[in-house]
């Protein structure tokens, strides 16, 4: 960190004169860093306290320094617009995080006033904590919390699917079952032909074949195995996947689901958690759509210079802006009681971040759009 002497001790003395001295005792021996600075950012005065903070060995070796150098690239333009403030005659504080001499980065909470030196000039005294602690306490809990609604609607999800995966499951069971009693009156009255002993047994293979598909996605799905290890995968395999666990959900309301994926799209990513993502963007249209007329939903996806880009598309009218600012958002929903925690697009959107890419509702679209933007990695 670079110190700006832009003032001498002797100078500086001049300016604080004789309103600090009979605060000396009491400046010293606060447990808080105690500090005063100039409205261009200049330290004039200092504890041993917040010297200890700061990683200074001495008040000389900082006298004159700027202070702005050593606050928190993110946190510098709002530090000197609160200095700015203080020195032009107002009271506040502000919780901010620095980086010491010594490279100690810390979390400050300041509570500041102005104050008059002896030229007239307005500079900005303040009592500084280290709240480090605290903060990185907080942080933890809303990283807990993040992580609590992750799994509640990782459980909401599931929920869905307990109550889907059950008829997704029966059709076909029921296939199997009158095409093996009718196999069994036929060969009972010894009418059985063999082309139709064929044909009936590859239509219970067939069907077999889709519950087994059916399951294996669904474990996919559920899976919480290797939770944060990712790799490439088909974009078209991944919501055929999806498609498997839902699609005679959609046949029952008579919403007509087309696909068109361009071939050799691949996704860098959690393949359970990008599931989940697209599963609930999807419910999200079957609820929109399931009592309008003419439904359908439309599933693209292509590449777009440094991206890959998945639309879904339903012949929804668009969303309303009030709606649209805040359905992000953790627990928002416009069902009613029951129908829904509010979570599948709060998680939606935090699983695309957390890939780098991006969910996002077009409200320039026709029709109800939302795009997910994966971007394109190298095969490692």
Known sequence: MKQTAILNSEAISSLVGDKLNDLTEIIKSTPSCLKLITKEGSLLNMNSCGLEMIGADSMDSVLGANVYDLIEESHYENFIAFNQKICSGEKGNLQFEMIGFNGIRRWMETFATPFELANGEIAHLAITNDVSARVRGELDYKKQEVQLLEESARIESMGQFVNGIAHEINNPLTIISSRAALLGIKVKKNEIEQQYL????ETIMETVSRISDIISNLQTFSSKTNKYQKSHYPLKGIVHDNLSLCIEKFKNKDIIVDVEIADGLEVFCHHGLISQTITNVL???YDAIE????KWIKIHGR???NQIVLTITDNGKGIRSDVATQMMNPFYTTKGVGAGMGLGLALAFSTMKKHGGRLYY????KNTQFVLEFPILKLQ
């Open 362 to 365: 077009n409200a320039k679209s």
């Open 198 to 201: 064929i044909d009936g047994l």
């Open 291 to 294: 009592n309008t007329e003419d």
């Open 303 to 305: 590449k777009n210079k």
């Open 283 to 285: 419910d999200n249209a």
